[in-house]
């Protein structure tokens, strides 16, 4: 049985190269799905809502596996946004909205996610896990970017892409009450275990055609 691993089937949308602006069309993928407020990383919410993402995540896994289906579990992936965006932009992250998503293959379905829940529910019962939801994300149009380092210095990395990459490439940020318009990112590094300046993360942002 092959393991599959989306890092390299995917590779332009989970392994792009480094420091290369793009834009690029990210076709419809289905996710298990947490949402909360608060300090990513060290907040109680947080945490909470990985402590149940991954419990359903790993017995979805092992379910496939038994139907020879084998694959690594795709990385995390965040939405980030805030109700007043100033404080989004400003760092003032207790205030900042996320949701939390590890990509499931297409022969995933809603079914099989419902027995994970079943079985991770009777082996741990995480706080969140009725939290977790299963649910298409269409993003479409992006601009993208892969970053090494720390997440800090993502900062100057965005302001270019939302200032001057975007626009020059005929595109422009959808308003905030779009339904895809949250900044996104992949976390291809687990800090736990890499020195900030190795981090890599992919940035994403939707766009729509100024035309």
Known sequence: MTKIDFKKTLKAFYNPKPKIYEIITIPPMNFIMIDGIGKPGSSP???DSLAALY?????????????DQDYVVPPLQALWWADDMSDFVSGNMDNWRWTLMLMQPDWVDAEMIAEARAIAAKKQLPKLLNNVRFETYDEGVVAQYLHI????DEAPILKYMH???????????PDLAAKIS????I????PRRVAPQKLKTILRQPVVATG
């Open 45 to 47: 919410a947080y945490l």
């Open 55 to 67: 419990p359903i995540a790993y017995k979805t896994k092992f379910l496939a596996k038994a139907k």
């Open 149 to 152: 380092g720390s997440y800090p």
């Open 163 to 173: 200032e001057k990459f975007i626009p020059e490439q005929g595109y422009k940020m």
């Open 182 to 185: 949250k900044h996104h990112e």
């Open 187 to 190: 976390y291809l590094s687990d």
